[in-house]
């Protein structure tokens, strides 16, 4: 028989039974960690079994190669903390049983912890998806000849530098992030807050391309930081302070690896670099499914598993998947009914098609363009798309417990306070961002 001493373990039992059952966070997570929760900073020990194993070959008379299945270097920290404390009054008087806890008791306060729980997890795909699986609109800044983007490399990443090569009587002197004066336009304000963690690589020709970097710090318009030379272990791609140039080659150090050439003047009819999804697509009922075949190549492409994928849309993409005319007569393959649990609504494409409100899914603003003389673009603020996240259960590990909780007398009161603390944090191994993708979009 439950008591009123039993309250505040059957208010958080219960209360995680309504948030487990309807967040969409559970449904695309994994809680496959190590360690104990007890307070808020812990750190528990992720188990990242390897996707890539090793078959050797057997020699007769020789020892076989012992391969390294779990790798338990990544650490989850359990960042994240949030509390209930509130008052009810004759608290004695509105139950008797745990059973008997107040249904609107136990909603309003799932409802709370539910958003916050899918806003953070939802967020962590912005963060942490892998340079090179953002699904939009990406911009490539033309090189006029005039200008170029370089990258100096680093033990852990690079930093990219825009710089033009000022005309002074005919002939180009060199890097300066100064006025052109043959078209007496500024060369772009390039580098924003916006474009933090979004795929940036260097390109001179279709033949000169480099691979995709995240960008991971904004220093100013001209300036940013790379990471994630390799998305398993943040080593560089080139040895530590290397030059990459795009546009001019210049000193026989362009792209090395990915290109054939020999680093000549490209001229005014080379590229210089891009930055992925900078724009958002808009999505429509026409290319909506399109989109969500995109998420699922870029899935392929890192040979990731098929089983539990799972693909988050609002609901205003809901509807557009009902719509789109590759889905008819009969529309998204409704496979749930009665209770929704998690948001599921159906399978499209090998995703199991979850629906979050749109304020939980993940907002950004992307670029907008106006052009000028080749690489004289000015990028600025413009629309705000969506983070549509596509996944394999692997990609975050989700972990928490409720710490706390207790009720005790209200001072100067004849009431009682209920106190809970709950505890969770999440984290995405390095070698688990292509497990992830994100389409940004606008619907």
């Not at 995240?214 to 080593?235: C, F, K, P, Y």
Request: aromatic share 10%.
């Amino acid at each position: 028989m439950s008591t009123l001493n039993d309250f505040g373990e059957q208010f958080a039992s219960k209360v995680l039974q309504k948030v487990y059952a309807r967040a969409v966070a559970p449904a695309i997570v994994n809680k496959d960690y190590e360690g104990e929760i007890k307070k808020p900073g812990d750190r528990v020990n992720i188990l990242s079994f390897l996707q890539e194993g090793e078959l050797g070959d057997y020699v007769v008379g020789s020892d076989m190669t012992v391969g390294q299945i779990i790798d338990a270097e990544d650490v989850l920290i359990v960042e994240k903390r949030k509390y209930y404390h509130f008052s009810l009054d004759r608290l004695e008087n509105l139950f008797t049983y745990g059973a008997d806890i107040p249904e609107q008791l136990l909603e309003t306060h799932s409802m709370l912890l539910e958003k916050t729980m899918d806003e953070y997890v939802l967020n962590k795909f912005g963060e942490e998806v892998k340079a090179g699986n953002w699904i939009g609109v990406d911009i490539v800044v033309a090189g006029s000849g005039q200008t170029m983007a370089s990258v100096t490399t680093t033990a852990t990443g690079g930093t990219v530098t825009l710089s033009t090569n000022v005309e002074v009587g005919g002939a180009d002197t060199g890097p300066s992030p100064a006025e052109n004066p043959r078209d007496g336009l500024l060369y772009p304000t390039m580098f924003q807050t916006v474009d933090l963690y979004k795929g940036f690589r260097l390109r001179s020709s279709a033949s000169f391309v480099s691979p995709w970097w995240r960008i991971s710090a904004v220093t100013n318009s001209m300036v940013a930081t790379l990471t994630e030379w390799d998305e398993e272990t943040n080593g560089p791609d080139f040895a530590e302070n290397y030059t990459l140039r795009g546009v001019f080659g210049g000193d026989g150090r362009s792209f090395p690896k990915y290109g054939a050439g020999d680093a000549s003047l490209i001229g005014f009819s080379g590229l210089g670099w891009e930055i992925q999804a900078a724009a958002p697509t808009a999505i429509t009922s026409s290319v909506i499914y399109e989109q969500t075949t995109l998420l699922s190549e870029a899935l392929d492409e890192g040979d990731i598993p098929t089983d539990t994928r799972t693909l988050v849309l609002p609901p205003a993409g809901i509807t557009m998947l009902r719509q789109a005319s590759e889905l008819q007569p009969t529309g998204i393959a409704e496979i749930y009914s009665g209770t929704v649990l998690n948001g599921r609504v159906g399978r499209i494409g090998g995703f199991e098609v979850i629906s979050a409100s749109g304020a939980r899914v993940s907002t950004r603003a992307g670029h907008s363009t106006a052009s000028g003389f080749g690489a004289d673009i000015s990028l600025t603020t413009g629309t705000v798309g969506y983070l549509i996240p596509a996944n394999h259960k692997g990609f975050i590990t989700y972990a928490d417990k409720w710490s706390e909780s207790r009720v005790v007398d209200a001072e100067n009161q004849f009431a009682k306070k209920y106190q809970g603390l709950y505890l969770f944090g999440a984290r995405v191994p390095k070698g688990r961002r292509k497990f992830g993708a994100i389409l940004f979009g606008s619907v």
